[in-house]
């Protein structure tokens, strides 16, 4: 079982919608979890993170955590265009007494106008 | 406030050659990690640096290797180069840690070196 696990997707969506993409994790020791999108030839840039069960908003974006099914979500509402790119879900998990952020592969997410 | 910077951003190497990646993190910050970025495996974790000290480690085989300098910049190399280690090679700075407990660094990435061998 991998440690973040992701639909690969691509996800399809039209321009306006929401999109939801997944995450769930392994470890139920990991506390806090974190939304990075990749645009294509790009690094990875925070969107934001969250450590306590429910939901954060930020903008378009909501993060949602239940940590008792360890399930992590990203929601972006209104979705445009330019949200198409590659959504990365991180998990921190403690290891010889440090932690370190473990990815999922990612999910693809395509908005059509 | 200046970002992470990686050089070289592109190089290419042959089988059984070595190559050194440097990283220059956000000014303040004392945390760097590497991670190792391929289309089939994602984002792998290789290591951590904090204070010149190396604080965890992946599982990649002992040709992968790094330091943390005094400034907190960082270099990573890789030895006997394989076709296996063409990969996007990105560093990451953390001068943040959120959550609960004793947290989890906020990483900021560099725009990375891409590696490929032939």
């Known amino acids: 079982q991998k440690e973040v696990e992701q639909n690969s997707g691509p996800l399809s969506v039209p321009e306006g919608a929401i999109a939801s993409l997944n995450c769930t994790y392994s470890d139920r020791g990991s506390q806090s979890f974190f939304w990075y999108r990749q645009y294509s030839g790009k690094s990875p840039e925070l969107i934001m993170f969250i450590y306590s069960n429910g939901d954060k908003e930020d903008g378009r974006f909501t993060a949602q955590l239940n940590k008792a099914s360890q399930y992590v979500s990203l929601l972006i509402r209104d979705s445009q265009p330019s949200d198409s790119a590659t959504y990365l879900c991180?998990?921190?998990?403690?290891?010889?007494?440090?932690?370190?952020?473990?990815f999922g592969t990612g999910t693809r997410l395509l908005v059509s106008p | 406030k200046a970002g992470v910077t990686q050089t070289p951003r592109y190089l290419i190497k042959t089988r059984g050659q070595q190559v050194t990646l440097s990283c220059s993190p956000i000014?303040?910050?004392?945390?760097v990690s590497w991670y190792q970025q391929t289309p089939g495996q994602g984002l792998q974790f290789l290591f951590e640096y904090f204070s010149e000290t190396q604080r965890n480690k992946g599982n990649f085989p002992g040709r992968f290797s790094g330091r943390q300098f005094s400034n907190s910049r960082s270099e990573m190399n890789v030895s006997t180069l394989e076709l296996g280690d063409s990969a996007l090679y990105l560093c990451?700075?953390?001068?943040?840690?959120?959550?609960?407990?004793?947290?989890?660094?906020?990483?900021?990435f560099g725009a990375g070196s891409r590696l490929t061998v032939l």
């Open positions: 000014s303040g910050h004392r945390s």
């Open positions: 990451a700075s953390s001068g943040l840690r959120v959550g609960v407990n004793s947290g989890a660094n906020v990483l900021t």
């Open positions: 991180a998990v921190n998990k403690f290891d010889t007494g440090f932690q370190k952020l473990v």
